[in-house]
């Protein structure tokens, strides 16, 4: 399904018409990625739920505008919520990973009320630090100068060999290849500037209002994912109503790597939500 709000077009998985007493649940991929990461979940949550997979901007088969205004955190926000808005969608579940968990958690202090839970996904919630929000700008941009460069393939080459995946690519199934070749679809210019407009050192950190977010947050990490485990750890702490659940022998991709076990977590999680 596509939406074109003003001169954006996103495209979105639906499986089901949309009904008023059910539940939203709203799914954000991470970078590189797109909604066909999330098909397998959205398919196979029980009827009473409303799934919606999007591709974000720069991603999948959504807009790639070249302008730089459009993938802000602030765009990003408040074009989340005019596709909701389109579709007439409130009180709604976001799950988020990576990328798609910051955009949840933007959401979530932006509009409070229209939020009823938090799946959070090897999610980070900014860079306190502002010399390293600076480290990680400068960093950002010589991805962008290979991407520019260099090309989608070289860059893919370097980003999906970074030790952040190491766990995943030793993943050999179907599933997987489809995955990855699903990243070579990219557009550069797409991937380029949601860098420059939304990479961790851009948006803001939310670290001093972890605590003004009252809804039902569960966040889950890998156990081989040490750096966004131990983050997330920190999370729980700042978070007056959330769960940390921990997934076994995978990193930072979870539910690529463990599918299976994470639908069951989701699931479980979706039913204490009321």
């Not at 996103?10 to 949309?18: A, E, S, T």
């Not at 999948?60 to 990003?76: A, D, L, M």
């Not at 007439?88 to 968990?101: D, E, H, K, P, R």
């Not at 990219?186 to 003004?212: C, E, H, V």
């Amino acid at each position: 399904m596509k939406i074109r709000i003003n001169d954006v077009e996103f495209n979105l998985i639906i499986p089901r018409q949309p009904q008023k007493d059910k539940t939203p649940i709203i799914f954000l991929h991470g970078f590189t990625g797109c909604a066909e990461d999330w098909r397998y979940f959205v398919e196979n949550l029980s009827s009473k739920y409303f799934p919606i997979a999007i591709d974000l901007i720069g991603h999948g088969k959504s807009s790639k505008p070249t302008e730089k205004k459009y993938y802000s955190t602030n765009q990003i926000v408040r074009q989340l919520n005019n596709i909701l808005k389109t579709l007439n969608l409130n009180n709604i579940c976001l799950v988020g990973y990576s990328m798609g968990g910051r955009i949840s958690l933007s959401y979530a202090l932006k509009y409070p009320e229209s939020v009823k839970a938090l799946i959070l996904e090897s999610t980070s919630p900014g860079i306190k630090n502002e010399y390293y929000r600076r480290l990680r700008v400068e960093n950002d941009k010589k991805i962008v100068k290979l991407i520019i460069e260099q090309g989608l393939n070289k860059f893919l080459d370097f980003w999906l060999n970074q030790p952040l995946f190491e766990t995943q690519n030793k993943i050999y199934n179907k599933d997987y290849e489809n995955f990855k070749k699903s990243k070579y679809k990219n557009s550069p210019i797409g991937l380029a500037n949601t860098l420059l407009g939304f990479s961790t050192g851009k948006m803001p950190s939310y670290w001093d209002r972890l605590q003004s977010i009252k809804q039902k947050t569960l966040l889950i990490t890998g156990s081989k994912d040490k750096k966004f485990t131990e983050l997330n750890k920190l999370m729980k702490k700042q978070l007056n109503n959330s769960k940390h659940i921990i997934i076994k022998n995978v990193g930072h991709n979870t539910h690529l790597e463990k599918k299976n076990e994470y639908l069951i977590i989701l699931k479980n999680y979706l039913r204490k939500i009321k």
